[in-house]
């Protein structure tokens, strides 16, 4: 059994490798409230270096604590920028931790913009790991 390792750490959350899990993972920190546009490229473009060394085939995204504004985000950005990075890396499922009473927990994973892997939003990290392990 591998240990988590942590790859990258900011003001806006952290960047981890979990063996264990199959996944590279970011954790989102609630300072994220104060995030700007640049400030989730940035940190997105780290996360995308963290899956590309990391050999591992998933992603999981601890957003219970996500707090920007999702006006300042720009899905054509991550779209064009960081999803090719990830289908280059292998990546083969992309998992959500997402607040309680977020719509789209549960749906049935499917493919989202230009990437080569299914996304799947949770409610609970034990789901979330259970599938990307499947």
């Not at 995030?35 to 989730?40: P, S």
């Not at 940190?43 to 504004?69: I, W």
């Not at 499917?110 to 799947?120: N, V």
Request: aromatic letters at 12%; glycine letters at 8%.
């Amino acid at each position: 059994m591998s240990l988590p390792t942590i790859e990258y750490v900011d003001q806006w959350g952290e960047c981890s490798v979990r063996p264990t899990d199959g996944c590279s993972e970011i954790r989102w920190f609630d300072t994220t409230s104060a995030m700007e546009g640049d400030d989730f490229n940035k940190f997105l473009a780290e996360f995308a270096t963290v899956v590309e060394g990391s050999g591992l085939t998933g992603a999981l995204v601890d957003a219970v604590q996500f707090r920007m504004d999702m006006s300042k985000m720009s899905i054509g950005w991550r779209d064009a920028n960081i999803v090719p990075r990830y289908n280059a890396a292998g990546l083969k499922k992309f998992a959500f931790i997402m607040p309680a009473g977020m719509p789209a927990i549960g749906a049935p994973p499917q493919k989202e913009g230009p990437g080569d892997f299914p996304t799947a939003y949770f409610a609970t990290r034990r789901d979330a790991v259970a599938w990307l392990a499947d």
